[in-house]
T-cell receptor, first 115, second 116 residues
Framework: AQKITQTQPGMFVQEKEAVTLDCTYDTSDQSYGLFWYKQPSSGEMIFLIYQGSYDEQNATEGRYSLNFQKARKSANLVISASQLGDSAMYFCAMRRYNQGGKLIFGQGTELSVKP | NAGVMQNPRHLVRRRGQEARLRCSPMKGHSHVYWYRQLPEEGLKFMVYLQKENIIDESGMPKERFSAEFPKEGPSILRIQQVVRGDSAAYFC??????????????FGEGSWLTVV
């Protein structure tokens, strides 16, 4: 079965420090995509970063980077220099291209940034 | 270039009433996905539609829920005879015609349904 696992229900980080949010996935697909979304208290889903299964380089977007370890089936999100505005729920998701491109989401990690 | 538009943003219904949630995909997108987020949970896939076709409804409850994406107009998620357990956020996402790879999937801001 295709599955996304986020083992950290909640995380705390000090402002300006880096934090890693864990994500592991399970799939037999060869072609897939991995996403991270941020959901602040206002509720919208904000796209952060994407990694394709065939991409050899780890994706980076500003302060966000994705630590992609294909053999371990992990796609951890690293946020550098945390800011108070980073406090939110973070969801890891996998997109299955042989299933119409639908996304499968993990349960989420609630990140709290301390001043 | 408008993004994915969902309305209403917030909807309150009494038990037994019907709820209709609308989603207008981004211009040029012909794939629409609906997801449901129950309190304290991640998003769960419900249904995937292309114009005038339901492609995958494996996540839809068997009763009371239906979805359509007509040739003209928005996609509609319809919930008949709502119950308290239907209270959730419903998100729509859209993707271009050739959604074979890449990060080309965009979410709307969600519709929050409260059943009282």
């Amino acid at each position: 079965a295709q599955k996304i696992t986020q083992t950290q229900p909640g995380m705390f980080v000090q402002e300006k420090e880096a934090v890693t949010l864990d994500c592991t996935y399970d799939t037999s697909d060869q072609s897939y995509g991995l996403f991270w979304y941020k959901q602040p208290s206002s509720g919208e889903m904000i796209f952060l970063i994407y990694q394709g299964s065939y991409d050899e380089q780890n994706a980076t977007e500003g302060r966000y980077s994705l630590n992609f370890q294909k053999a371990r089936k992990s796609a951890n999100l690293v946020i550098s220099a945390s800011q108070l505005g980073d406090s939110a729920m973070y969801f890891c998701a996998m997109r299955r291209y042989n299933q119409g491109g639908k996304l499968i989401f993990g349960q989420g990690t609630e990140l709290s940034v301390k001043p | 270039n408008a993004g994915v538009m969902q309305n209403p943003r917030h909807l309150v219904r009494r038990r037994g009433q019907e709820a209709r949630l609308r989603c207008s995909p981004m211009k040029g997108h012909s794939h629409v996905y609906w997801y449901r987020q129950l309190p304290e949970e991640g998003l769960k896939f419900m249904v995937y539609l292309q114009k005038e076709n339901i492609i995958d409804e494996s996540g839809m409850p068997k009763e009371r829920f239906s979805a359509e994406f007509p040739k003209e107009g928005p996609s509609i998620l319809r919930i008949q005879q709502v119950v308290r357990g239907d209270s959730a956020a419903y998100f729509c996402a859209s993707s271009p015609r050739t959604a074979s790879s890449g990060n080309t999937i965009y979410f709307g801001e969600g519709s929050w349904l409260t059943v009282v």
